[in-house]
């Protein structure tokens, strides 16, 4: 007897580089949403996606129909599996998640722009940051303590668990975190000014099992030659004071001063 397929086909680039195909990637693969998937080179993607738009899903209850766009993915996501959490079920936190979401998704662009994702990468040395790369990473990190504080205050006041996560269990907004908070592994960003609670929630997440499965998936394409872009590995080649290597698989995140 055949098995039927799953509704879901996601298509996107390879993830040890790609912080958008990770996002949905995390959010599947947390809530574990029956789905197949496909990843495919950068240098391929006109051949599976004429407007150059990767990741997409396919539904097949919805005749092929593709949803493009990380959020946009996340959303239909939500909407079809009203039973499991993809965003927080109490109002206020959920109106909270979908904000800091939103500004993820749109907003950041120093950092994105000057930090490429390489999940595996680690840059030492004169790594150059920007004011506005300064000025966001502050914002980034007060951003998560914000999310944590708030998320405590309004759990404890409505008698709920909080697991940790931004907006209490795990959510599409931590999905959508994830890739910079690797960012900040990546290149070595500076930490100084993260509280207690922003840090909890890094641990947390760096701790979680599927982040530990999907970060060994990473070193898994990695050794497949076909998975490199060539261009996103040490980026800061023939600058000396700046020495690319890759962290060890077995890599664990320690709160800085302890």
């Known amino acids: 007897m055949a098995t039927e397929q799953p509704d879901i086909h996601f298509i996107g680039t390879y993830t040890r580089y790609s912080s958008w195909t990770s996002r949905v990637e995390a959010v599947l693969e947390y809530f574990k949403i029956p789905h197949t998937r496909q990843f495919i080179k950068l240098s391929d993607v006109k051949t599976v996606s004429p407007s150059g738009y990767v990741p997409f899903l396919e539904c097949r209850s919805l005749g092929g129909t593709r949803i493009c766009d990380s959020l946009a993915i996340c ?16 109002r206020q936190l959920r109106a909270l998640a979908r904000s800091a979401t939103a500004q993820m998704h749109s907003g950041f662009s120093a950092i994105r722009n000057s930090f490429s ?51 209490g269990g795990f959510s599409i907004a931590d999905a959508f975190f994830w890739p910079v908070l690797t960012r900040f592994r990546t290149y070595e960003l500076p930490l100084d000014s993260a509280s207690e609670d922003a840090l909890a929630w890094m ?22 030659p076909e998975t490199r872009i ?26 800085p001063g302890k």
């Open 75 to 90: 959303e239909f996501l939500a909407e079809s599996n009203p039973e499991l959490p993809l965003w927080p079920r109490d």
């Open 203 to 224: 641990a947390k997440m760096w701790n979680e099992p599927v982040f530990k499965g999907l970060t060994h998936r990473y070193y898994e394409q990695a050794k497949d």
């Open 230 to 255: 060539e261009h996103y590995d040490d980026i800061f080649r023939g600058q000396d004071d700046i020495h690319y290597g890759q962290f060890p698989e077995d890599w664990t995140f320690s709160v």
């Open 117 to 167: 994702t390489n999940f595996l990468a680690h840059y030492t040395g004169n790594v150059p940051i920007s004011e506005e790369a300064h000025k966001e990473i502050q914002k980034m990190l007060s951003l998560w303590d914000t999310a944590r504080k708030g998320t405590k205050e309004r759990l404890a006041a409505l008698g709920e668990a909080d697991e940790g996560f931004l907006f």
